[in-house]
C-alpha cells in the first residue's frame, strides 16, 4: 500500500484526505492539533507537529518511507513539502519555487526581474514616509508571507499607510510587507496543473469582492465572463508566470487584475490548489476534471497531463458574512434548489468581513448558467 503525506489537517484538507482514502492509500497527516484539524479523525495516522517543523516532518516521512507529500488551499505547507520532497527525491517543486510561490516580496522581485509587468511595489519592515516618496496613493499593504487576505488594507493616505504597514508586519511571520500600487479593475484567479514542467490552464475563475479597505472574497464563479481577447491574454501571463517561478509538479492558482481598459496585471501566484472551495469542488462541477485526483497522481508521480479541459457547466460559491445577509434565507431555507450542491452556516453570528475568517457560511452550485444572488 503506498503512503502519503498530506500537510495540513484542518477543513481545507478533508476533501483531500478522502480523496487519498478513496484511492487506498495510507494518509499521515501532519498538523498541530489546534482544535480545528478535523482530518486527524480519518487519517490512518496523525502527527501533531506544526507544519513549520520541517526537519522533524523529513525524519518522521523517511521512517515512514512515504511515496509523496502534498497539501491543499494553504501557502504555509508550501516550503516544508518542497524541503521533504527534494530531500526524498519525490515529486514536487523546488525550494527555490517554494520560497518564490509564497512570499510576495521575492514573487514580486521575480516578476520585474521577468519582465512581468506587475504594480511598482516595496518591500519594508517598518515605516518610513521617505520609502513612499515615489509612490501615489492609494497604496495597498499586505504581509509578505500570509493568505486569506489577512492583513491586506488600501490606505489613502501616509496616515493610514503607517497604521497598516504596522499591522501587515504583525501578521507576517518574516516581520516585512509589500506596499504596492493600487490597481483598479477586476480580479480574477487562474486554476492550473502542471508535471514535470509541463503546464495547463484548467479554467479561469471569477471573484466578487468586498468593497475597501479590506478586499475579501465572498464569491467565485466558473467559468470566466470576460472575452476571449481578454482571456488570451490571461493565458499568455499564466504561463509566463508559472515558468518564472519556476513552478514544475502540482495545482497552481494564479491571481491576476484586470483593468477596464484590459491591461493584465499580476497579484500573486501560490503553487497549490486555490482554497475557497475552488479546487476541492468548483474545478470538478465545471469542468468534469478531477483536481483533486491530479494532484494525488502527481505528488505520486504517475501522471499524464491531458491536452485539455473545457467547461461544461457552471460553478460558483457565495460566502455569508454581514455584507451577504441575503444569503441567509437561501441557506437557512428548507426549498430544495436544483442549483445548489451543498450549504452550511458555521458561525451563529454574522461579522463583516476583515479576512476570510470572518465569513460565517457558504452555498456551492452548479447550473446551466451563472447564478446570481443578490
Known amino acids: ?37 478535523v482530518c486527524k479523525d480519518i487519517a490512518d495516522h496523525f502527527y501533531d507537529i506544526s507544519v513549520l517543523e520541517k526537519e522533524i516532518i523529513l525524519k518522521e516521512c523517511e521512517k515512514i518511507g ?102 501587515a508586519v504583525q501578521v507576517s511571520f518574516s516581520k516585512t510587507c509589500v506596499v504596492e500600487e493600487f490597481i483598479k479593475g477586476k480580479e480574477v484567479s487562474v486554476e492550473t496543473i502542471s508535471y514535470q514542467g509541463k503546464h495547463l490552464i484548467i479554467t479561469i475563475t471569477d471573484k466578487e ?38 513552478v514544475e509538479n502540482g495545482a497552481s492558482h494564479i491571481e491576476l487584475m484586470i483593468t477596464d481598459e484590459g491591461k493584465v496585471y499580476p497579484i500573486e501566484i501560490g503553487s497549490r490548489m486555490g482554497g475557497d472551495f475552488i479546487g476541492s469542488d468548483l474545478v470538478q462541477l465545471s469542468t468534469g476534471f478531477d483536481y483533486l485526483q491530479a494532484v494525488l497522481d502527481i505528488a505520486l508521480n504517475q501522471y499524464i497531463l491531458p491536452e485539455n479541459v473545457q467547461s461544461i457547466a457552471y460553478s460558483g460559491v457565495y460566502f455569508l458574512s454581514e455584507e451577504t445577509e441575503f444569503l441567509l434565507p437561501v441557506i437557512r431555507g428548507d426549498k430544495e434548489e436544483s442549483y445548489i450542491v451543498k450549504k452550511e452556516i458555521l458561525s451563529g453570528s454574522l461579522k ?23
Not at 1 to 28: C, D, T
Not at 112 to 118: L, P, T, V
Not at 137 to 147: E, T
Not at 227 to 246: D, F, G, P, R
Open 352 to 374: 463583516p468581513a476583515h479576512s476570510s475568517n470572518d465569513r460565517s457560511g457558504y452555498l456551492i452550485y452548479r447550473s446551466d448558467h451563472r447564478i446570481v444572488l443578490e
Open 209 to 246: 469582492i468586498t468593497e475597501e479597505p479590506y478586499f475579501v472574497e465572498l464569491a467565485h464563479h466558473q467559468p470566466s465572463a470576460f472575452s476571449e481577447e481578454i482571456k488570451n491574454k490571461i493565458h499568455e501571463i499564466s504561463y509566463h508566470i508559472l515558468a518564472a517561478t519556476k
Open 66 to 167: 512515504i511515496h509523496g507529500i502534498l497539501t491543499i488551499a494553504t501557502d504555509i505547507c508550501i516550503p516544508t513539502i518542497a524541503y521533504v520532497a527534494s530531500n526524498l527525491g519525490l515529486a514536487g517543486n523546488s525550494i527555490e519555487c517554494s520560497l518564490l510561490t509564497t512570499n510576495k516580496s521575492l514573487m514580486r522581485k521575480c516578476f520585474g526581474e521577468n519582465r512581468i509587468e506587475s504594480p511598482q511595489s516595496i518591500t519594508v519592515s517598518e515605516f518610513n514616509i521617505k520609502d513612499f516618496a515615489s509612490f501615489t496613493y492609494p497604496l495597498i499593504i499586505k504581509p509578505s508571507d500570509r493568505s486569506g487576505s489577512l492583513g491586506v488594507i488600501k490606505a489613502s493616505s501616509a496616515e493610514e499607510c503607517k497604521k497598516a504597514v504596522e499591522h
Open 1 to 37: 500500500m503506498k503512503k502519503i503525506a498530506i500537510l495540513g489537517a484542518s477543513y481545507l484538507q478533508l476533501p483531500l484526505v478522502q480523496k487519498a482514502k478513496e484511492n487506498g492509500l495510507e494518509v499521515h497527516c501532519f498538523a498541530w492539533d489546534d482544535g480545528r484539524a
